[in-house]
């Protein structure tokens, strides 16, 4: 474990229960916020107590590790159509998706987004949980567990779902890649299946670790075998890759700021510069490791923050980082 005698600096949170009565301020305090979840019929906010010490790597503690369900993000798809990724036991799952409370939370969050920032994502510490995705209509107030599909005829469970516009991919237990086509069925029924297919020029590749959306797009995305990452588009055809050094064996998530891309691996945190145009990423470097010895263990998921109402200041840029031993830095 990282202590005060290897890290210069701790930042604590705050932890606010979010109120039925949504105020712009409390929307924004949420949407903004590090961590969002729901714990005995309540949603629960938490930021920054003070605003971090930058040029400085900072442990995060207080974050909660006991929710009931983790919001692991919340991302527009449509007009009032939420993904919404989450971590907890299918049954608090549903219990939370019947709330009144959390179409309300919705509708709240979803005057924070714009053209540029079409999603919200949140730190969620927990290593007994299950993930689940979810596809909500806040019109309606019905959502549907998007994990169990049909493939080959047999009911099969997937994770690491992505939506790209009516497509839906995701992983199988044996990390091969699927897609399937979202209907309003889903929302209408509770009994509508979903069926998907493998997408073989992709699962040749071999084992699949990773599955996540390019930017500024909604045909192509990404996949990670072993170091190496492949973009490709919905038809199945390779567009891009790129490998990072042999030191890498897995690379666990990639997240984009519009200039630069970082990588959550096996070996640490990796930037690649990058441009972002219609329908296409492309990296403009080479992978480059960020050397620092706090910084050389298994890492579970990076992401860069430039908000001024976190940082501080603006212009700037930060880095959430958590490793495996779920510990989360910031610098």
Partial sequence: MLTNMQVPNTIGVQTNVIPMNLTTSVIDETARGIALFYKDKHFVCQTFFTQPVLGEINLVEGLETRADVHIRSIQLIGPNVFHVPLLGTETKVREMCRDVAFYELLRGIRTTLTKDIRSRRYLELNTTGETWNCLVSVDKMKFHILNNVWLNKKMTSITNIILLGDRLLGLTTDHKVVMGQIRTELIESDHTDLKVELMETINKLGRISLLTKAPNSDDNFLITVENTIYQFNIRGEMLHFNTLDEKVKQINSIT???????????????????????????????PRQIINPHLNDNFRLALYVDDPYILGIEPGLGIFAKNDKEEVLFF
């Fill in 256 to 286: 984009f700021n519009h200039t630069r891309s970082i990588m959550a691996t096996s070996n640490g945190l990796y930037e690649m510069d990058v441009t972002e145009m219609p329908n296409m990423v492309r990296a403009t470097s080479l």
